[in-house]
């Protein structure tokens, strides 16, 4: 009777410990703020994405549209990881030029008070010229711990843009639909966090530049 007392409560302290494990044990996932350390499940990494969904319009791109690599990157502007990402970013795009495609779509956060209107702002911008677009992205990146709603107005000024026509449309949210449209078409992707890169229509790990160099060389290699 001991003996059987004995196995049962051995039972029963093995299955407690599968179900607390299973319990705990966190699902793969990309984090919310996008951290460099997130996990991809294999798989989003071996699927190809929706074209359609994943350029959009591909209105905000560097490079070749006939490169044979493209690099897609879904951010959110107040996104600290984001901020270094885009850094690398630019390493890679001036050491690659025309080589590859960068393709740039929004994906604010709710969780970030700003980001929306920080969005915003560099479509205002581009509205005034392509590279305008790319000016304000990176003012906005670089000054991103110190972000209030009049920086973007004071960006815009320093950028050379109309700031009159840039306040109004500001004020207008004229633009408010084109980073919600891609908002959209990131979440129709399962883009679950910010930054979330693709190659070639297959998402990577937001990983260092020497990672991304490795992985952008075995596309032009193949």
């Known amino acids: 009777m001991r003996a059987f007392i004995g196995i049962v409560t051995i039972l029963t302290v093995l299955v407690g410990g599968v179900m607390i494990f ?21 798989d989003k990494k071996d699927k190809v994405a929706d074209q359609a969904l994943l350029l959009g319009d591909a209105r905000h791109s560097l490079g070749s549209s006939n490169a044979k690599v493209t690099l897609v990157e879904f951010s959110d502007f107040q996104c600290p990881y984001c901020k270094i990402t885009t850094e690398t970013l630019k390493k890679v795009t001036d050491h690659y030029g025309d080589k590859i495609r960068f393709v740039f779509r929004h994906y604010p956060l709710k969780s970030h008070p700003l980001a929306q209107m920080a969005a915003e702002a ?42 009159e026509r840039f306040k109004s449309e500001m004020k207008q949210e004229k633009y408010a639909s084109l980073p919600q449209k891609d908002l959209k ?26 990672d991304i160099v490795a992985q952008i060389e075995a596309e032009l290699n193949k």
């Open 185 to 210: 078409d990131g979440e129709a992707l399962q883009v679950s966090g910010t930054p979330t890169l693709y190659l070639n229509g297959r998402e990577i790990k937001a990983s260092s530049y020497e």
């Open 22 to 42: 299973a319990k705990d044990k966190p699902a793969p996932q990309t984090a919310i703020d996008g951290t460099s350390d997130a996990i991809a499940s294999s």
């Open 122 to 163: 560099t479509e205002a911008a581009s509205a005034q010229g392509a590279d305008k677009f790319w000016e304000m992205y990176y003012k906005i990146f670089e000054n991103q711990k110190n972000l209030t709603e009049a920086s973007f107005a004071q960006f815009a000024n320093e950028i050379g843009l109309d700031v």
